[in-house]
């Protein structure tokens, strides 16, 4: 983990009086620099509040998110943003995603449309990486978050 990554985190756990020792992650959404700068800058002005992704493309060994859970949203740089805490998971198939869950993600005009054209050619692309293809029925692991910090 890097040291400026730890020194966000424990400056947290210090100004809320929390153990330092808590677990959490760190990460960056998307797959490209300029899309991590832009959804973690829609996380820290609280626009984007929701998130989802393939659920078959979890690795063996990768935690699945958690209600409860801490995470830091880096951006492109690799550098902290904002804490969020998970306060809502749960398995949808891709095509049953609603509208409300499109627009607490909060990107582009925030309508089902925009959601759809960027989200299949994004899921198309993370298929493909890992030699699948990606189908209309695909489980999602949707979250809802809240910024805390």
Known sequence: MDDKVKAFW????NEKKLPNDIKYE??????TKEMADELAELVNR????A????YELYEVGEDIPQVGEYNIILNGSEEPVCITQTKVVYIM???LIT???AWHE?????????WREVHDRFFFEEYKLVGKIFYEQAPMLCEVFEKIY
């Open 10 to 13: 424990i400056k947290f756990c």
């Open 46 to 49: 609280k626009i984007k509040t």
């Open 26 to 31: 760190a990460w960056s959404f998307g797959n």
């Open 93 to 95: 198939p891709y095509n």
């Open 51 to 54: 998130t989802t992704s393939a």
């Open 106 to 114: 909060g990107e582009g005009d925030r309508s089902y449309r925009y």
């Open 99 to 101: 509208p409300e869950h």
